[in-house]
């Protein structure tokens, strides 16, 4: 699935090429035919100073009014007209506004994208890049986003535009926004064609790796006019994966089956970034396919014996459960994991591909290698939080820094390279 390349024909009198904002409409208060626009009020009452001026040269002045009245009434005129006169050439004309800057950017799929400067205005089609929005600080920017987007809560909060797969093109463009997130894996080509032909500019992401999502977050950053925090959400990540790096680089990996789905059994191919997360935690997955999220022959996975099955649990308890039923299904059962209740269990967030995701990592190597993350012995509290920081930790530093709306909670998803 890819989004379109190229320019589209954008229809209509009021429209411009594609990426370009369309053209406004900008209505002249009290317009007439004849006034250039001018209130009628002041064109009338200087009509009718002129009439006045031609019948006080008829004399009308000099006979309507006592000679002592005539020279204060004389200047009075003489005020009223040159005040008036300013006045309509004034309202007479309209400055024009300044116009707009615009930047031409390529996004990840190598399209050419025409920004309007600055972007005040954005809409996300995807939670992955409304986590990060977030976690760039600039959520009083977000303007919508989609019926998926709960991290953190506040997004839930935004106007809704639909799914990513058919959001409302009616209430995206209702929005106004300066410029609309997507990303390949989640939103359609036909979306961001449909966004162009309306005049409406769209910025694209696809990350396949954990190095690609820093990047991209750097990328988007700089798009948006914040560079500055791009490079510190990315420099945090970078650093915690580096520490887990150096915990769990010399040990040998776990053979795990990530359990996408139970029924058909879907894993994670070897090409996505959730297969890159698996590698920095420490774990090696037993599926080898090209193909992103497989179908996997259940029999074969009995063959190669995973020591862990691996979840990604969107509501607390509910992996549990699951496991309760699959310990009792005759292909399941037979699996050593699940005789002897190995499985791993850890945040959706390990399906987005935003800054939570290193958490998510963390929290699986925690599960696979405890060791790694032992207390040193005689260890102070201080000493141990400064050598363990846990993914609580860094998903608060990576949200509640940028965000007083945002909370740590572990709400739904689901692994589709959201």
Known sequence: MQIGRGPATVIGSNSRKSGHPPLAQRPVPFARK?????????????????RISRRNRGGFLNTALPSRLRPAAFAALAVFLCAAAPS????????????HAFREVVDETGRSVRVRLPVRRIVSLAPSL???????????????????????????????????????????????PDLVLATKSFNRRETTQALEELGIPSYATDPHT??????????????????????????????????????????PPKRVLFVV?????????????????????????????????????????ARLQPDFLVFAESQPGSTSREMEKLATLPGWKILHAVRDRRYAVISDAVNRPAPRIVSAI???ARQLHPAAFAEKPGGTKKEIEKDHPSSHKLALSLFIRNSPHAHLSLTGGCACGR
């Open 88 to 99: 309509h050439a004034q309202s007479a004309t309209h400055p024009s506004p300044e116009p």
């Open 261 to 301: 789905w139970t029924q058909p059994l879907i894993s994670t191919g070897n090409n996505t970034f959730l297969a890159d997360a698996l590698r920095r935690a420490g774990a090696a997955s037993i599926v080898d396919s090209s193909q992103d999220w497989p179908q996997v022959n259940l029999e074969e996975v």
């Open 362 to 364: 963390e929290e699986l």
């Open 34 to 50: 004849g006034h250039a626009g001018s209130p009628p009020g002041v064109s009338r009452g200087f009509f009718v100073s002129r």
């Open 130 to 176: 409304t986590e990060t929005i977030y976690a760039l600080g600039l959520q009083d920017r977000l303007v919508g986003d989609t019926d998926y987007c709960d991290y953190p809560p506040d997004a839930q909060k935004k106007t809704k535009v639909g799914g990513g797969i058919n959001p409302s093109l009616e209430v995206i463009a209702s929005l106004h």
């Open 210 to 251: 954990v190095a690609d999502i820093t990047a991209s977050i750097k990328k988007l950053a700089d798009v948006l006019g914040v560079p500055e925090a791009g490079g510190s959400v990315a420099e945090e990540m970078q650093h915690h994966l580096a520490d887990l790096r150096q915990r769990i680089g010399s040990l």
